[in-house]
């Protein structure tokens, strides 16, 4: 137990003082006798030991208070980070933005929700990692743009984000079981984007079940003026698109679920998280592609790749199974945890752009990952965190041919862009942290990663002009090895709440498979 600091020993001998006084003057109005207050009452000594829990966090916190008035501007996660410093966020559909930290994005970022190592299966990465979380459900997001510890690296160059849903609550010992629930909406005019969320949760003292869905869509938004020219381009659409509209900017059947159960014993805590994201399609204004459905005609089969464009959908389904396990020890704490993810991914054109100009892409991807992680309590000040990580991402893309009545350059077989794509990570790490003093910390880390990665062969529409290159690249020893090693050394310094100073170096790499 810590001890109760000399100082506030004659403050708490003043409270009690008061509150014996506060006492008598209620019980005199009330005609009772007052208690007896000793002269000379000697206080005893309450000592209370416990030790104290080494923070090692430096990253930017975004916490409720910070993060609910962003949810009212956007359905879109990634822009509640525009705020944090070192990070900005570049557009790309509706819900789809891509954070940046210090110039670096994409795959340069280890992106993680509720712990789970995301990846965008798509070729234009429209389906980013932080589009699989809605805003609604979002309760805390931190942010490291400067040197991330190792534990929280690995594969990546520009920084850690992670983003974390509400952690389960539990009925209080003694009390009936907990039942809560809430509901809430939103409109934005510009646009008419307009969504709902709701969740429901019951939990005993041990065992808590919640539920969440949240749906969003959104029309075309409007520029404050006329910024395109008119001309030929009005009538190529399938509508006419006026000089103030952001043509393919539209989303429509975004729609989250997510269910958690949770169950606690002693000091251990097990989660199991299953989760579900449908999105009908999202327009990309500034590409050339969207995230839509399409399919063959089935009124006209005699025609192969006659394609229409399906906007019910999906365009995007993407599946999350998260199994989490953490407790306390007599030495430390341990974490586990084990998920898996599965992503189907289309792509096509919106016909606001030319009517008939179909091009669809398919997608999908597997990702099974997980880790363990166990921090010593070396003494007061110290810790040694160590841990193993282990990620297997496979993917497949291909692009569908189109016939039609004038079949072009893209007839008449599957073109195959990765086949049986592979990429798979191993990692190690140990790091120690020590508190030397309230202001003062340092970190050292050692972090090692073997990523490897391998393809099957590919294929074009045809025989004709990809035949060259495609057996150009059959021909060569697909499978790629890299064995990175990453290190930090870092000290902070916080001398108040509002200001916090960093000295560090650090190597930090990122594999580069490129057959």
């Known amino acids: 137990m810590n001890r109760v600091p000399k100082a506030l020993l004659?403050?708490?001998?003043?409270a009690l003082?008061?509150?014996?006084?506060?006492?008598?003057?209620?019980?005199?109005?009330?005609?009772?006798?007052?208690?007896?207050?000793?002269?000379?009452?000697?206080?005893?000594?309450?000592?209370?030991?416990?030790?104290?829990?080494?923070?090692?966090?430096?990253?930017?916190?975004?916490?409720?208070?910070?993060?609910?008035?962003?949810?009212?501007?956007?359905?879109?996660?990634?822009?509640?980070?525009?705020?944090?410093?070192?990070?900005?966020?570049?557009?790309?559909?509706?819900?789809?933005?891509?954070?940046?930290?210090?110039?670096?994005?994409d795959e340069r970022l280890r992106v993680q929700v509720d712990g789970m190592d995301l990846a965008a299966?798509?070729?234009?990465?429209?389906?980013?990692?932080?589009?699989?979380?809605?805003?609604?459900?979002?309760?805390?997001?931190e942010v490291f743009a400067g040197i991330a510890p190792v534990s929280l690296g690995?594969?990546?160059?520009?920084?850690?984000?992670?983003?974390?849903?509400?952690?389960?609550?539990?009925?209080?010992?003694?009390?009936?079981?907990?039942?809560?629930?809430?509901?809430?909406?939103?409109?934005?005019?510009?646009?008419?984007?307009?969504?709902?969320?709701?969740?429901?949760?019951?939990?005993?003292?041990?065992?808590?079940?919640?539920?969440?869905?949240?749906?969003?869509?959104?029309?075309?938004?409007?520029?404050?003026?006329?910024?395109?020219?008119?001309?030929?381009?009005?009538?190529?659409?399938?509508?006419?698109?006026?000089?103030?509209?952001?043509?393919?900017?539209?989303?429509?059947?975004?729609?989250?679920?997510?269910?958690?159960?949770?169950a606690q014993r002693e000091d251990w805590l097990f989660e199991l998280g299953l989760g579900e994201q449908l999105v009908g399609y999202?327009?990309?204004?500034?590409?050339?592609?969207?995230?839509?459905?399409?399919?063959?005609?089935?009124?006209?089969?005699?025609?192969?790749?006659?394609?229409?464009?399906?906007?019910?959908?999906?365009?995007?389904?993407?599946?999350?199974?998260n199994l989490r396990a953490s407790g306390q020890t007599e030495w430390g704490r341990l974490e586990t945890q084990l998920f898996r993810q599965h992503v189907r991914h289309k792509m096509d054109m919106?016909?606001?752009r030319i009517v008939g100009l179909m091009m669809p892409m398919d997608s999908k991807a597997t990702t099974l990952g997980g880790h363990i992680k166990a921090t010593v309590d070396l003494s007061d000040a110290h810790a040694l965190g160590m841990g193993a990580e282990y990620r297997r991402y496979r993917l497949d893309d291909w692009w569908p041919p189109i016939g039609g009545p004038l079949p072009g350059s893209m007839c008449c077989n599957d073109f195959w862009n990765i086949r049986d794509g592979k990429r798979d990570r191993v990692g190690v790490f140990a790091e120690w942290n020590a508190q030397w003093a309230a202001d003062w910390l340092t970190r050292i880390g050692l972090r090692h990663d073997r990523v490897s990665a391998d393809t099957g062969e590919v294929q074009g529409y045809s025989s004709g002009s990809y035949q060259t290159d495609a057996n150009r690249f059959n021909a060569r020893d697909r499978s790629r090895v890299d064995h990175n090693w990453d290190w930090t050394l870092l000290a902070r310094y916080t001398p108040v709440n509002t200001a916090a100073y960093e000295f560090g170096l650090a190597v930090k790499r990122h594999a580069d498979l490129t057959p």
């Open 154 to 262: 690995g594969d990546s160059i520009g920084g850690t984000i992670q983003v974390k849903s509400a952690a389960p609550r539990f009925a209080r010992p003694g009390d009936s079981p907990r039942v809560s629930g809430e509901l809430g909406g939103f409109y934005r005019s510009n646009g008419e984007a307009r969504g709902y969320s709701l969740g429901a949760s019951l939990a005993g003292e041990n065992l808590a079940l919640a539920y969440s869905e949240s749906g969003s869509r959104a029309d075309n938004y409007e520029a404050a003026g006329a910024f395109k020219l008119p001309g030929l381009w009005q009538k190529l659409g399938a509508r006419p698109i006026a000089q103030d509209e952001v043509a393919s900017s539209a989303y429509r059947g975004a729609r989250n679920r997510a269910l958690d159960l949770a």
């Open 17 to 105: 003082a008061a509150a014996l006084l506060l006492s008598a003057a209620a019980a005199a109005q009330a005609g009772e006798p007052a208690p007896v207050l000793a002269e000379a009452a000697a206080l005893a000594a309450v000592v209370v030991q416990a030790t104290p829990e080494i923070t090692a966090e430096e990253g930017e916190r975004l916490t409720q208070d910070r993060i609910a008035p962003l949810r009212a501007r956007s359905s879109d996660t990634a822009r509640l980070l525009e705020d944090v410093p070192g990070a900005s966020v570049y557009s790309a559909g509706g819900i789809s933005a891509l954070p940046v930290l210090r110039g670096l994005a």
């Open 121 to 141: 299966a798509c070729p234009n990465h429209m389906n980013s990692a932080l589009s699989y979380i809605d805003p609604s459900r979002v309760e805390s997001i």
């Open 10 to 14: 004659p403050l708490l001998t003043r």
């Open 350 to 352: 919106l016909d606001e």
């Open 282 to 321: 999202e327009g990309f204004p500034n590409q050339r592609m969207d995230m839509l459905s399409s399919h063959p005609d089935p009124d006209d089969p005699t025609v192969p790749g006659n394609y229409l464009l399906d906007r019910d959908g999906p365009a995007n389904r993407n599946r999350l199974v």
